[in-house]
């Protein structure tokens, strides 16, 4: 018997998008002569253990006691020399594991045709910050803004749209009492982003940076203003005295319904563009963007908010298309909550580590298993089921067992008929193996 059977998703998927193969060439100058273990291997394996629920070095051991399943699993003082070697090459070592990511993300877009996040033409990068607590005196833990004690990884998720989740891009560690509108931190985030998206999406106004009001500065607009050619921008942006003002003074004939996704229109919801010198000093080009609607019942609103209605606004750059589906392509930033939700029931509850260096690489571990969560679903599963959060997939998928069966010189995995998932298991299984192999 084998537990954990349906993590061969998650292996299958690992070969086809050639992820092995692209890690260990990029973390070859790391490999000991005579070494039995490839740090490539290793550091996915580690990737595969948060994926399916881990949230320490230890928990590879659960990859290690089905060797049939995931191979041969190095040991966990193996794992620790790795992880020590790793953050002590700092920069070098993060760049590697990076470049290989963004190799491997342009196959998995390719083979996804137009399940991939990019079938629309546009990339859309969504940026923001996650608390993540600490219980003992981590590296760089701090008070945090919330009057906690942690650390405030600045994170980018590409959007899947409605019918996926989407993929991580970007995580910078960062300590705990880092600012929520720290302009230089949003700019490095979104480098490291760009670097991980296939060229084509660098130019054009092909990607979509969306943050909220903590990228709402003015050095991180004129950063994007500055490559504007290449990017749009949706911002969320602070309720000042002067933006309160100038709201007082749009006519009742300028507000435009607000509009949801089916496109009808949102009952108790205005938008309107505001103009003039409101926009003094900010970068040219820039369109502020104001939403009023009525608070739900017991709401507190605000001392900007004004006659009985909440306020809220957003600066971007794009042009040629109605304010109202500017206000709800802002307002779908939401699902970046989610992606953080995911981040966090997959080894972002806590940082296992004590050094800065070996929370970072920490973070690029997850980000490695965040994205095999979402390029298996991308490349396997139809429906609804793309939209399965990491609980929802171990929970139905990764943790049935399987009979290992071995005849005529050939494995099998035989899954329980009464196991209400094998079929979904079984069908992704199908439409992995009939990807083409790499190279």
């Known amino acids: 018997m084998v537990s954990q059977a349906g993590a061969v998703l998650l292996v299958e998927t690992v070969r086809k998008a050639g ?29 595969v253990a948060v ?32 992880v020590d070697t790793l953050a002590a090459a700092g920069s070098r070592a993060l760049a590697a594991i990076r470049s290989a990511r963004a190799e491997v993300r342009e196959r998995v877009w390719k083979l996804a045709g137009d399940a991939a996040p990019d079938a629309g033409g546009e990339v859309v ?35 899947h749209g409605p019918d996926g989740s989407g993929e991580p891009v970007a995580g910078l560690l960062r300590p705990g009492n880092a600012g929520s509108n720290t302009a230089a931190d949003h700019i490095e985030t979104t480098r490291l982003a760009l670097a991980q998206l296939p060229k084509k999406y660098r130019r054009g106004r092909r990607t979509l940076i969306r ?18 050619r290449w990017l749009s921008y949706s911002v969320g942006m602070t309720i000042t005295d002067a933006v ?26 205005w938008v309107a563009e505001l103009a003039g010198d409101v926009l003094t ?3 040219k080009g820039m369109r502020l963007i104001v939403r009023k609607e009525r608070p739900h019942p017991g709401a507190q609103l605000r001392f900007t908010d004004t006659d009985g209605m909440r306020l809220t606004c957003f600066a971007t750059n794009t ?21 953080i939700s995911a981040a966090r029931d997959t080894g972002l509850r806590n940082l296992p580590l004590h050094d800065a260096a070996q929370n970072q690489l920490w973070l690029e571990i997850v980000q490695l298993a965040l994205d095999l969560l979402a390029w298996m679903p991308m490349l396997a599963l139809p429906g609804p089921a793309r939209r399965w959060e990491p609980k929802r997939l171990r929970l139905r998928l990764f943790s049935a067992a399987a009979q290992l069966v071995t005849t005529g010189r050939r494995r099998y995995l035989r899954l329980a008929r009464h196991w209400p998932w094998t079929n979904a298991i079984t069908s992704a299984f199908e439409r992995l193996s009939a990807l083409p192999n790499p190279g």
């Open 244 to 269: 309160h003002a100038a709201v007082l003074l749009i006519p009742a004939s300028a507000w435009t319904p607000a509009v949801e996704p089916d496109g009808k229109v949102r009952d108790g919801a």
């Open 125 to 159: 990068v969504d940026i923001d910050g996650v608390l993540v607590l600490a219980h003992s005196e981590k590296e760089h833990a701090a008070k945090t803004w919330k009057k906690t004690f942690g650390h405030h990884p600045l994170f980018a998720f590409v959007d």
């Open 319 to 339: 042009t040629g298309t109605p304010i109202a589906q500017l206000e709800l392509r802002h307002r779908q930033r939401a699902r970046a909550e989610d992606r």
């Open 19 to 47: 992820l092995e193969a692209e890690v260990s060439a990029a973390l070859a100058p790391w490999r000991k002569p005579r070494a039995v273990h490839d740090p490539g291997k290793i550091l996915l394996d580690l990737a």
């Open 211 to 228: 943050t909220d009001s903590g990228g709402g500065t003015r050095k991180f607009l004129n950063w994007l203003t500055a490559r504007g």
């Open 51 to 82: 994926a399916l629920g881990g949230d320490c070095l230890a928990d590879v051991a659960m990859l290690r006691a089905e060797p049939a399943v995931f191979g041969p699993v190095a040991s966990d003082p193996t794992v620790s020399r790795l």
């Open 281 to 283: 000093g900010w970068p």
